[in-house]
């Protein structure tokens, strides 16, 4: 997971519950406090309707305004004719009345009547063309106390204005004013009796079925659940210092009364519409921790990436480019933040690991791999100059007595011993030659590399070579001790040798192999025969992955008899490769290049898959359901820990009786003893294989490790058999020695290379269980086997 998804793990969780606390804690305090935001809510839903009552009232008293200061009022008044004012005024005056009854925003009915309540004009909603108007239905307190009044001789009348409720429920305000046809509205009314009018006006105010309404619907209450009780005045009170009163009822609702200097308006709400608050309360506060989430989220990310994520993702493309271009672009940086300090860290493992990757860890020359990079660049370079170079391999003879007998550590100590001397013996003013870095190498565990370049003749690598010589005339002392190590030494010119890196090595390594098997300690140039010879096992190598590829090997039998019946019981799987017959290259020629290059694995693999065909094949004859195949197994397979696998899977998809796969183990690669090897060879018994121990004799096997070995047979070794019968030979008795000892370890015994009656009468009469041999048979292929089987059997 990348960094900034890490940011947006550990963020969004981190925010989100801080938020989400501290919503619960405010979400406990609105509980505490819920009382009163329900008072407040509720308190300011009156005041705002107090607010409209107001308006209300204002907008009656300008109609009321605008129709008595009119005009066609005055002029209706005055008339004297009754006939024409009917006739010639009162349809202006209605037309005035509709005006202002349709400019008003809420219903307003109008009538003008006279001091004795009669009616002159009329504007309401149930006016009946065809009967008479009928009188507003005012609170007959309001009628009464304003007759009486009118009924003074001469009154001084106000306007009266008032809340009510008719018998439908419904809510109006009402306004009388007097009037009078002589004075404008702004005048005195202060005139005879019988002179004065009277407007009424009365408004229908939804303003409190409005308010109902938007309490149930914020407390999610039914209209019904929301009690509004209207209480008029009949005289208008003094306004109060606080309008709104607030108080719990028995049923633990709420009630807000509203003080009206014309009524009392109480508003009663149940329990639940707390809940309701609180659950807008609720969802409020989730949408606000979502919102603070997302916006501090957005906030802390954006700053985190400015400051933190951008560098690193900076350095991450440098980092990136480095190894893009193969060149290191990152510098130390002196400033102190981590992201400075990460670079600079970073810089500091890639030099070390620089130095690890070029650099020998024990003796700090360089090591395989960077020498293998400065010889092939040199040698590109030598090849387009034409300049001459000479490579010294070089390999320590004796070297693993010492680490065997004194143990790995002195053996550390002795290679850096020669290390530094080494150095030392090559870079004295005297030697003409041009020594630079990565000229010097360790390519193993005690095998070395010098470069030489710029070299004039083989005679410059040739003093190099005497020089490092004599390093061991006297042995190389190492902590006061002198050990008995020697060099020997290959040495490869270019271009005479080659001129591409890979040749130019593998004739120094094989010129050094050449100084070895001519008594070591000693230098040796590569010749034409040493070439000849490294080109002959090259092109083994090549035949060989070739043959891997496609097919090319092929089995041939030896049989072996039981000497007891003279009858072959058994087979030793030999392998045959055309291709490299025709060059006259033998098994026993390539297979050891096949264990030096790593390729005896898989033609190991190969002669066992084909042996176990072969047997499954056979096993389909009763008569040879017996018979058993000997096969050869390269020492390099014990210490293959996927060998023991590969054979068991090998056995069960060929169903094969293990008992007729017997694995022959030459007897020297049992030589040192090792633990490893001792476990391979027990896992294969345990499969039910049998082992056997080939050329017995010819190795340094005491006769004691047969104990400890896992083997039922031993083979003697064709260079005994052959010299059966002749009585100048001085090996004839360790026959005699062999089977004396197979007796005593209750072992088989097989003799080799049987080539006379003689030779196998012998063995006959010294106990010999089984041989094999050209006197008895050649070697055969599958069909020439499965025929003799038939002949003999």
């Known amino acids: 997971m990348k960094l900034i998804q890490r940011v947006n793990v550990i963020l969004v969780p981190i925010i989100l519950g801080l938020l989400m606390l501290a919503g619960a804690l405010a979400y406990l305090l609105f509980i505490r406090h819920s009382d009163t935001f329900l008072q407040e809510a509720v308190k300011q839903d009156l005041l705002f309707l107090d607010e409209e009552m107001a308006q209300a009232s204002e907008q009656q008293h300008a109609a009321a305004r605008e129709i008595l200061n009119s005009a066609e009022l005055l002029r209706f008044l005055n008339e004297s004719n009754l006939d024409f004012q009917a006739f010639a005024h009162a349809t202006a005056v209605r037309q005035v009345l509709q005006r202002v009854t349709n400019a008003a925003q809420s219903s307003i009915e109008v009538q003008l009547v006279t001091n004795q309540l009669s009616i002159l004009i009329s504007q309401t909603s149930k006016d009946d063309p065809f009967s008479e108007p009928q009188l507003l239905k005012f609170p007959q307190p309001a009628y009464h106390d304003y007759l009486l009044e009118l009924q003074q001789p001469e009154p001084r009348l106000n306007e009266r204005q008032f809340v009510y409720r008719d018998d439908q429920s419904t809510i109006y305000l009402g306004l009388l004013m007097p009037f009078s046809s002589h004075l404008l509205l702004e005048d005195s009314v202060n005139i005879p009796a019988d002179r004065h009018h009277v407007l009424l006006l009365q408004t229908k105010l939804v303003e409190f079925d409005r308010l109902q309404q938007k309490l149930a619907r914020r407390y999610q209450l039914a209209a019904t659940d929301v009690v509004i009780d209207l209480a008029p005045h009949a005289v208008a009170a003094t306004p109060l210092a606080q309008p709104v009163s607030w108080r719990r009822n028995q049923q633990g609702g709420f009630e807000a009364t509203l003080h009206h200097p014309q009524f009392n308006l109480s508003v009663t709400l149940p329990k639940r519409a707390r809940d309701a608050i609180m659950g807008d309360i609720l969802l409020g506060i989730c949408v606000m921790i979502l919102v603070l989430t997302l916006l501090a989220f957005l906030v802390i990310r954006g700053l985190i990436n400015r400051q933190i994520i951008k560098p690193i993702n ?46 020998d860890s024990l003796t700090g020359l360089a090591n395989r791999y960077s020498f293998h990079l400065w010889l092939e660049r040199q040698a590109q370079r030598a090849a387009k100059t034409g300049e001459k170079m000479a490579l010294l391999f070089i390999d320590l003879d004796n070297f693993k007595r010492v680490n065997d007998n004194y143990g790995h550590a002195t053996g550390d100590r002795l290679l850096q011993t020669f290390s530094a001397k080494l150095i030392s013996s090559i870079r004295p003013s005297d030697v003409a030659v041009s020594m630079r870095q990565h000229a010097l190498a360790r390519l193993a565990g005690d095998e ?10 083989s005679q410059s690598a040739e003093i190099v070579a005497k020089r490092i010589l004599k390093l061991f005339d006297n042995g190389l002392e190492v902590d006061g001790v002198s050990y008995n190590v020697q060099a020997s030494i290959g040495i490869a010119m270019m271009p005479e040798d080659g001129t591409h890196s890979q040749d130019i090595l593998k004739h120094a390594d094989a010129a050094m192999y050449k100084a070895k098997a001519l ?16 080109d002959l096992r090259n092109q083994i190598e090549q035949a060989l992955e070739q043959a891997l590829d496609h097919n090319g090997f092929h089995l041939v039998f030896m049989p072996i008899y039981d000497l007891t019946i003279m009858q072959p019981t ?26 030096a290059t790593g390729q005896i694995k898989r033609i190991d693999l190969w002669v066992l898959e084909r042996a176990l065909q072969i047997l499954q094949e056979m096993n389909a004859v009763p008569a040879f359901e017996h018979f058993y195949l000997a096969i050869n197994i ?8 996927q060998f023991t696998r590969q054979v068991s899977e090998l056995l069960s998809k060929y169903q094969t009786n293990p008992a007729q796969l017997e694995l022959e183990l030459t007897e020297t690669s049992l030589a040192n003893d090792d633990p490893d090897s001792l476990h391979t060879l027990t896992q294969l018994t345990e499969l039910g294989l049998t082992l056997s121990l080939d050329d017995f004799g010819t190795g340094y096997t005491a006769f004691t490790q047969l104990a400890s070995y896992p083997v039922s047979a031993l083979k003697i070794d064709r260079s005994f058999t052959a010299v059966i ?22 072992l088989d015994v097989v003799a080799e290379g049987v080539e006379s009656q003689q030779q196998l009468d012998y063995l006959q009469q010294r106990g010999c269980h089984r041989a094999q041999g050209y006197f008895l048979c050649q070697p055969i292929d599958k069909d020439a086997l499965l025929q003799t089987l038939s002949t003999t059997a």
Not at 520 to 526: E, L
Not at 570 to 584: D, K, N, Q, S, Y
Not at 634 to 641: C, D, G, I, Q, W
Request: hydrophobic share 40%; aromatic share 4%; glycine share 4%.
């Open 570 to 595: 058994g087979a030793e799987v030999l392998i045959r490769c055309p291709a490299l017959a025709e060059m006259g290259i033998s098994p026993e020629q390539f297979i050891p290049i096949a264990e």
């Open 314 to 359: 900076k350095l991450v493309g440098e980092i990136r480019l480095s190894q893009q271009n193969n060149t290191m672009t990152l510098e130390h940086k002196l400033a102190c933040d981590e992201v400075s300090e990460l670079n600079n860290a970073y810089v500091q493992l890639l030099n070390d690991v620089h130095h690890l990757a070029t650099n």
């Open 725 to 746: 019968g002749d009585r100048s030979a001085t090996k004839q008795p360790m026959v005699d020695i062999i089977l004396s000892l197979a007796k005593l370890y209750q």
């Open 448 to 457: 070395f590399a010098v470069l030489l370049t710029q070299v004039n003749n």
């Open 634 to 641: 390269s020492a390099v397979e014990l210490h293959n820990k």
């Open 519 to 534: 008594g070591k300690n000693r230098y040796q140039f590569c010749t034409e025969d040493i070439a000849r010879a490294l």
